[in-house]
C-alpha cells in the first residue's frame, strides 16, 4: 500500500470489513481478494478477470464463489447446533433453502451437497419449484417445505414425494387447500405431511413489513387455525399435521422482530400442542438479513444482529416458552436464503467512458463585442479567492441563470452560452476545492461535489443484473477491483449503457448517515482498464433480472479455491450469457429470418449501385456476426 494510503483507509471508505463479513479483504497491491476460508487463503478477483479473459469470457460477467456458498451452509447449521447443545434443548435443526432467492441448478446442487451432513432440505413456492425439489433434495432425512397458494398438481405433486418416502410438508395457507390436500390423498392413498401458517399479530420490520401481521397475503387467522385442526380430526388426519410455521417478513432488520414473533409464535405452537395436535415442527420461517451496508444498525439495508444471535433468540426463546407450558420442544426450521446466498456472487464489470456535467474545455478566450454576461462571468474566476468565494458563489448561480435567460429570448449566440458554461463549471470546481479546508460548509455549498461528480460509464444494466436496486431502493457494496493503494481522488456515481435514464447508481454505502449520492472512484488511466464490483448479489438479483433493452443474461464463472494452483484458484464451469440472437428470439423475434430480410435489403442497394458487390456481402456478415455475439458492448476504457 502507498504511505499516505493503508488498508484501513480502503476499509472506512468502502466499509469493506464489515458488509464482507471476513469474505473479502484487499492486499497490499491493492487488490481487492475473496478469502473463502475466512482465513488466509486468498484469490484476487483481477486474476479470475485476466484467466476469463484468456477463455474468451468477456464483461460484464457474474463471478461466483462457491466455497463461499458451502461457507454459509455450514455456518448457519453449525451456529444452530452450537445453540441447541448449550441451551440442552431437545430438538433438532432442520433448516431449508428457499429455491426462489436462487433458483440456479448450480447453487441449489451445491447447497444440497454441503448441507448433507446437516440433513439440509429445500422450500419451493411454485409447481415449477417443487418439480425441481423432488428432483433433488433426495435426502430422506431433510425436509421439504412446501409454502405459496396451491392447486391440484401442487398438491398432486407434495404427495408423490410422501409416497416416495420423503419428509414434504405441505403448508396450509388458505383454509380450501386443506380439503382439497385431504381429498387427494385419500385418493392417492398416503397420509400427507400437514403445515399451518399462522398469520400472527406481530408485524415484521423494514422493507417486507407489509408480508407479516393481520393483513399479510398469507396464513390462517387463529379462528381458521382451530377450524383447521377440527377439520383434520374429523378426517382422521390430526397426527398429520405435523408443522406449526409463521413468517415476519424478507431481511428483518431488528432482532427485536424475531424476538416478538418467536414469543407469538412459541405460545401458538405450546397452546396447539396441548389441544392435542402432536406438533414434531416449528418453522420460524425466512427473514435472516444480510448487512448490505455493513453500518450493523436496524436500517433496512442492515441488521443490528448476527447469525449466532439469531440463532440464540430462536432457540432460548422457544426452549422457555416450552418449559414454561410443559410441552416438547419441537424440532426447529428456518427459511434462510438471503445469506445462504448474498456473499457468493458478485458482478464485475468495465468501467468504458465518463460522463461529466462540468465541461472546462471550450475556449472562453475573450473576443471583441461579447455579451456583458461573459464578461462579468469572467472577471469571477479572475478575482474568485478563498475570501470570497461564497459571495461569489450566488453571483454565478444568478449570472448563469440570467444567462439562460438572454439564450432564451436570442440576446446570446450559442457560443456566448457555452463560455458562460464553461466558466460557471470552472468556478464551482474551484469553490468545491477551497470548501474542502473548512470545518463548517456554508449552506448551499454541501451539493457542489455531487453537482460536479462525473458519471463513470459501466458496462452493465442495472435492470438485469441489481434488479432490487432500481427496484426497492436496495444498497449494494460498490469497490473498484484494483488500485486500492492508490488514494481515490474522484467522487463519482455509476452509470449503466442502458437507454434508461434509471439506469444508474447513485446510492451508496456511507457509515455515517447510512447512504450517500457519489463514491470515492479513481482518476482514469488511459488504455487500462478499471474494473467495478458490484457484491452480495448472490440472493434475488440472479434470478430477477429482466430483458430490459434485450440485453439479456451476463457471462458468468464458477470458482473454487486450490491452495495447491499456482493462481490459487481454478474455475470449475462457464455458462455463457445470452447472445443476440436469444435473446431476440425470447422476444418473438426470428433471427433467421431477420439475417434473411437484411441480406435482401442489402442486395437490392447492390442491385442498384449503391453498395459494392465485395462491401455488401462484408455488410451482410457483420449483421450475421452481431446476431451471434454478446448483447453487452465488446468496447473498453478509451476506445
Known sequence: MGNDWTKEDVYRTYNLQNWGEGYFDVDEEGHLVAVPDKGTHKIVINKVVEEMKTQGIKLPAVIRFHDILRQQVRNLNRSFRKVIEDANYQGRYFGVYPVKVNQMREVVEEILDAGQTYDYGLEAGSKPELMAVLAYNTNKNAMTILNGYKDEDYLRLALLGNKLGRKVVVVIEKFSELSRLIKLSKEMNVTPMIGLRG?????????????SGEKAKFGLSISEIIQAVQFCEEQGLKDAIKLFHFHVGSQISDIRTLKDAISEGGRIYAKLHKMGVKLEYFDAGGGLGIDYDGTRSDKDSSM??????????????LKQICDTEGVPHPNIVTESGRMITAHHSCVITNVIDQVKTSQTSFNTSKVT??????????DLEESLSQKNFQQYYNEALQLKEECLNAFKLGILSLEERAKIETIYWKIMSRINVMTKSLEFIPEGLHSLDDDLAPQYLCNFSVFQSIADYWAIDQLLPVVPLNRLNEEPTLNGSIADITC???????????RESGFKSTIPLHVLKENEDYLIGIFLTGAYQ????????????????????????????YIEEII??????SVLATMQYNPEYMAQKMKQLVNQEVVRGIIPPREGVRLVDFYEECLSNYTYLMTTLGE
Open 304 to 317: 443490528n444482529y448476527i447469525v449466532e444471535e439469531y440463532a440464540t433468540d430462536i432457540v432460548w426463546g
Open 500 to 510: 434508461d435514464s434509471d439506469g444508474k447508481m447513485d446510492r451508496f454505502i456511507d
Open 199 to 211: 398469520r400472527m399479530a406481530v408485524e415484521g420490520h423494514g422493507r417486507w413489513k407489509s408480508s
Open 542 to 569: 440472479d434470478v430477477m433480472g429482466d430483458m430490459h433493452n434485450l440485453f439479456g443474461r451476463l457471462n458468468e464463472v464458477h470458482v473454487y479455491s486450490d491452495p495447491e494452483d499456482p493462481a490459487g484458484f
Open 576 to 581: 455463457r450469457g445470452n447472445n443476440a440472437s
Open 369 to 378: 463585442g461579447e455579451h456583458l454576461i461573459v464578461e462579468n462571468m469572467r
